[in-house]
């Protein structure tokens, strides 16, 4: 048994990778997870490429609930749900895929339920997408590392209590407060002399700035932070 979990890449459809679509273009059933926000996000761009590359209208698309909440019991019945479901197709001999905005060995919602579906014997083969990342560092056209320049990726949370642990570049993810956060980090850590703010990169509306501002934070975020 065997199914594949593929990166969907940061939201722009151009950027999903050729082995991404033909993949999901050959699954009989496409797993769409997340919370109601980001499964929408996932759903139009599935549907996008489903209309560009001709995906066959047979396929089941099934949507997987991954609630934002911290309550470890109502997470762990979500999980165990979503396993049973995935298996139960995986099992019926149907070509099974979980598509993931990103790059699906990243902060995925798959890494909650890798183990369980291994254990049921199930192999998983990834198909890597375009990370956040890789997407906001060149929308923003910012370099992040030469030669022997060393790179952290930290949580906003885990950033304000560690700070940047001397590294060149910090990359800072699931920032709360909007591009305001640039004010924060500069008056905390002002070894960094560029400071970039980037919001939902190559969706259509992306968000980057180099000072501060009054928008929403958003989940789909980041601050790129270099020493020079």
């Given at each position: 048994?065997m ?34 926000s ?23 698309i ?7 909440t ?37 902060y ?23 990370s ?26 885990d950033?304000m ?48 700035m180099?000072?501060p ?16």
């Amino acid at each position: 048994m065997m199914m594949h979990v593929v990166g969907l890449g940061p939201g722009d459809p151009d950027y999903v990778t050729v082995k991404a679509i033909e993949t999901l273009r050959n699954s009989d059933v496409i797993f769409v997870p997340g919370s109601s926000s980001d499964r929408s996000l996932s759903r139009r761009l599935i549907s996008d490429l489903a209309a560009r590359h001709g995906f066959p209208s047979h396929q089941d698309i099934i949507d997987l609930e991954f609630p934002m909440t911290r309550d470890r019991d109502l997470n762990q019945r979500a999980w165990r749900s979503n396993v049973s479901s995935i298996a139960d197709a995986v099992s019926s001999g149907k070509k099974v895929s979980y598509a993931v905005l990103g790059n699906p060995t990243f902060y995925s919602t798959f890494s909650n339920i890798l183990d369980s579906i291994r254990g049921m014997g199930i192999e998983i083969r990834f198909v890597a997408g375009v990370s956040s990342l890789d997407a906001c560092s060149s929308v923003a056209g910012m370099n992040l590392a030469k030669g022997d320049e060393s790179i952290a990726i930290l949580t906003y949370t885990d950033f304000m209590k560690r700070g940047s642990l001397n590294f060149d570049t910090v990359i800072v993810i699931k920032v709360p407060s909007g591009s305001s956060a640039i004010r924060e980090a500069r008056h905390r850590f002002p070894e960094f002399s560029v400071s970039v703010y980037a919001r939902r990169c190559t969706m259509a509306d992306q968000l980057i700035m180099d000072r501060p501002g009054d928008d929403a934070g958003d989940y789909f975020s980041m601050l790129i932070l270099r020493r020079n």
